[in-house]
């Protein structure tokens, strides 16, 4: 591991709050810089798997997570350093200062631009408001202690209002001090629009003509605002300090498959989870629940992550014949890992909206069902574990957000919730396999990764013939 300093054209996109269209603009911003012939790359603050996979959609490579809870100070420029590209774009979650409590802005998009010292531009939703757009920005602006904060941009602004407005913004905020720069607006898009549902956006393969829609908007932003401004902020951005390593990946003898579920039933991942397990030395095989029938051959590992198995819950029911290659793996002693929605798909039976209860795979001896409202979201930690056995899982950290409950949340562990500080009984499984509701961020507890391998090489090397 060594220091280096490294140039990087960066910024952060971010909002007042939710909802402002920091996904759409995001995508057209890097929409833009393609069409400049730069290379750009993304990253996504805060703890969200869906809106990379629309970044995904423009630039064709995954896109990781920048989060500040997850991430100490030094994984988290390592993590901004090692992202290569001519340049970097961070889409911001909720709002610029919103992170775990409303006492700080610990887990939030600042102390992520803060500790990498990224420029921001802040977008700002102007639908329904005139002049009070002013007064709310204006009171964002003096909370940016840093002086990030190096553009504005309005959303969903008229043209004409536009024109009214834009000399009085500049000059009261000129006489205030700030020094800021308003970059432009973007219409209304009639056509441009992502449904959200219950646990976010919609997913990109849903979005009807979204290459279509991000285009547009990329052409607005190019029409109505002031994107040499804004390639300017990105290349004022200072250069970065940052801790550097290459992991060597482990021979290819010496790695133990790990099956991946990733379909559309299953696709919430960490980009960075993946990128740890295979520095431990598992190799990473994709399949799909819904249209293969086993496992991949000489599987030692089963990942089942979050996603939507609740819309596809007909089809994975049956599909009997994956649903046996997992009882039987899940009995042989195989490691598993199963979050959210693999947990559901663990359990015996799956009820969807409709009322409908749908057989599963039947390891988790319980049922799951929709609760009608967000059961638990927010950031959480292992602080205990019922045995010695687990006490290798104290100090990873993950995050919840579900809408179904389950009749067997399991009582391995003790979760404590870093909003509230409550604590909970949860997590299923015994020894190398482990299941429930969170989404785990394995780096924030690397041992945790490194364990799993190794019970997935003493698996490979033990298991039945």
């Not at 990379?52 to 920048?66: C, R």
């Not at 043209?159 to 000059?171: D, N, Q, T």
């Not at 056995?389 to 399991?410: N, R, V």
Request: contains cysteine.
């Amino acid at each position: 591991m060594e220091t280096r300093e490294k140039t990087q054209n960066r910024i952060l996109i971010a909002a007042p709050r939710s909802g402002s269209g920091k996904t759409l603009v995001t995508c057209g911003i890097l929409h833009y810089l393609k069409a400049q012939g730069l290379s750009p790359v993304s990253l996504k603050c805060g703890p969200d798997y869906i809106d990379p996979m629309f970044h995904k959609t423009v630039l064709g490579v995954e896109s990781g997570n920048l989060d500040s809870y997850f991430m100490d100070a030094d994984t988290l420029r390592r993590t901004m350093a090692e992202a290569e590209g001519d340049c970097v774009c961070i889409e911001g979650v909720m709002g610029l200062y919103d992170g775990v409590s409303p006492d700080g802005i610990a887990g939030s998009s600042y102390e992520a631009a803060s500790l990498t010292k990224t420029p921001v531009l802040l977008l700002v939703d102007a639908k329904g408001a005139g002049r009070t757009l002013l007064s709310m920005v204006r009171g964002i602006l003096e909370e940016d202690e840093n002086h990030l904060i190096g553009g504005i941009l309005f959303n969903r602004m008229s043209e004409r209002f536009y024109a009214k407005i834009a000399p009085v913004a500049e000059r009261e905020w000129r006489q205030a001090g700030f020094d800021v720069k308003l970059l432009g607006f973007l219409p209304e898009l009639a056509d441009v629009r992502i449904e959200s549902r219950y646990l976010g956006l919609q997913l990109p393969e849903e979005v009807r003509g979204l290459s279509e829609q991000i285009k547009t908007v990329s052409e607005a932003l190019s029409a109505h605002c002031d994107m040499p401004a804004m390639l300017e902020m990105m290349s004022g951005a200072v250069p970065l300090h940052a801790e550097c390593m290459r992991i060597r990946d482990a021979a290819p003898s010496d790695q133990p498959i790990l099956a991946v579920a990733y379909d559309s039933a299953f696709c919430f991942y960490y980009r960075e989870n993946f990128a740890l397990l295979r520095a431990c030395g598992a190799r990473i095989v994709f399949f799909s629940p819904l249209s293969d029938t086993g496992l991949p051959e000489g599987a030692a590992g089963l990942l089942l992550g979050g996603g939507y198995p609740e819309l596809y819950a007909a089809k994975l029911s049956a599909n009997k014949e994956m649903l046996h290659s997992i009882q039987g793996a899940v009995s042989s002693g195989m490691p598993v890992l199963a979050e959210c929605g693999g947990f559901l798909y663990l359990h015996e039976s799956l009820k969807d909206s409709t009322g409908k209860v749908y057989p599963m795979a039947g390891v988790v001896k319980g049922s799951c069902y929709p609760a009608g409202r967000s059961v638990r979201f927010g950031y959480c930690e292992v602080v205990n574990g019922r045995s010695e056995e687990d006490q290798f899982l104290i100090g990873l950290k993950g995050h919840e957000f579900h809408y179904y409950e389950s009749t067997a949340p399991g009582d391995r562990c003790i979760l404590r919730k870093t909003s509230s500080g409550e604590q909970q009984s949860a997590l299923g499984g015994a020894g190398c396999q482990l299941w429930g509701f969170p989404h785990f961020y394995y780096p924030s507890h690397p041992a945790f990764a490194e364990h799993f391998v190794k019970k997935m090489k003493e698996y490979s090397n033990t298991r039945p013939v």
